[in-house]
């Protein structure tokens, strides 16, 4: 039985117990994260999505292996040992390539699948739920039966298919996050998940997979949370019981809660407590990492140096000239678009940080900052809520601690003494 398994069955009995999932291709957040591990010494689960990573290199540039050798570099830096990382493949499916005929986007599919478990990862959210080249959107039986071929082909390829675990269930918004700012939200239905389960346990067994069946673990489905661009919609744990109650009749199951940024740390230590035990954040994780670049800008500012490093400037027309990432999500008058390229929670800011004219106005500011020296008195007004005597007054560490603010509320809900990480 691996770590997650012998989790599972704690919060199988009631304990309050669960794992949160970094969801993010951000290096300064992932160097802040294994920061965190290295302090802590917890179990940490770092997940790429199949938009991110995959074998046309993804929004990212780069392949399964590619993303592992990366973290593995960063984990040795921080003294992190590789048994502390456990690393995950989300909506691992046909969605990249979901404008193809289906033939062509599930063979594509599978060649990611396979990449994956070669590289390493070992979590693994099999998602075939997207309706591809024009066709209807797929049955339950449909959706069972993809994600049991796609499974195959990891058990076929996995240097120990013994060490995978699995997660089904769709009932989430589509990799990258909302489109639209939602309306309401429904609750995932008794009914439905049992048709999920029992569509894809037919689905397993008519490819003979009965051991690949032993390590599901987990299915996704909808609590009742979600964020748009200016709304969060929080968890109502009553509305949850029935799934709460249903999830134990089936052996050694457990929810996966996806988009549960912004929640409160008492919504996420409620949904542990309703057996959604991996808690998916991406978005949060670089929203605070903004906040700490922007309030790094405000003392660069003041201290007015000769050769400042222009980052808003420099964002804003990266954003301008490579609209792609956010202008198909936000809508309003200019004004309005403005600010929520910046503050909106979804976060579509986020995918500008590596373009290399903003990466280079990041690494300046930081420059610039380290030479003139931080008072006290400024990282107070810029940092608000930090104790006086024990501020960083390094620019990089105080990105960190912001980042790190997310990363310890998702343990602490999860069940995770949070002692040592309050040094």
């Not at 669960?18 to 179990?43: D, H, M, S, W």
């Not at 590789?82 to 979901?98: A, C, E, Q």
């Not at 390094?394 to 040094?423: H, K, N, T």
Request: with cysteine; charged share 20%.
């Amino acid at each position: 039985m691996t770590l997650i398994q012998e989790m599972i069955a704690q919060n199988r009995t009631g304990q309050a117990v669960g794992l949160p999932c970094f969801c993010t291709a951000n290096e300064q957040v992932l160097r802040a994260i294994l920061a965190y591990t290295a302090k802590t010494g917890f179990p940490t689960v770092i997940e790429a999505t199949c938009n991110q990573v995959n074998q046309d290199g993804g929004y990212t540039g780069m392949s399964p292996n590619d993303f592992i050798v990366w973290i593995r570099r960063m984990a040795d830096e921080f003294g992190v040992t590789m048994d502390k990382v456990i690393l995950g493949g989300d909506h691992l499916g046909p969605n990249p390539w979901r404008s193809e005929p289906v033939e062509i986007a599930m063979d594509k599919a599978r060649a990611m699948v396979k990449l994956y478990v070669e590289a390493g990862f070992t979590k693994i959210h099999l998602d075939a739920s997207m309706a591809c080249g024009g066709e209807d959107n797929p049955s339950f039986e449909q959706i069972a039966d993809r994600s049991a071929d796609l499974c195959a082909v990891a058990e076929k390829y996995a240097p120990d298919p013994e060490k995978l675990i699995y997660i089904i269930g769709t009932e989430v918004p589509i990799p990258g996050g909302e489109t639209d700012e939602p309306d309401a939200l429904d609750v995932t239905s008794v009914s439905r998940f049992i048709k999920t389960v029992d569509t894809h346990q037919e689905a397993w067994a008519a490819y003979d997979l009965a051991d690949a069946w032993q390590r599901i673990v987990s299915v996704v489905t909808q609590p009742g949370v979600d964020f748009g661009h200016t709304s969060v919609y929080p968890f109502v744990p009553e509305k949850a019981h029935p799934l709460r109650d249903a999830i134990l009749k089936f052996n050694g199951l457990v929810f996966e809660a996806h988009s549960t940024d912004y929640q409160t740390t008492k919504a996420l230590h409620d949904l542990v407590k309703c057996h959604f035990f991996f808690l998916k954040v991406g978005p949060e994780l670089t929203f605070r990492f903004r906040e700490a670049v922007f309030a790094l800008a405000s003392i660069e500012e003041q201290l007015a140096p000769s050769q400042p490093s222009q980052i808003h400037e420099i964002l804003k027309a990266t954003m301008d000239q490579n609209p792609g990432y956010w202008q198909d999500y936000y809508t309003g008058s200019p004004n309005e678009i403005e600010l929520l390229k910046s503050f909106s929670y979804s976060d579509r800011i986020r995918y500008y940080w590596a373009n290399e004219n903003v990466s280079a106005a990041l690494q300046k500011l930081v420059a610039s900052l380290r030479s003139e020296g931080l008072a006290e008195t400024m990282i107070s007004q810029s940092f608000m809520g930090l104790d006086f005597g024990a501020m960083p007054n390094d620019p990089a560490m105080l990105i960190d601690q912001q980042i790190q603010r997310c990363v310890a509320r998702y343990f602490e809900a999860a069940g995770f003494d949070r002692g040592s990480s309050d040094d």
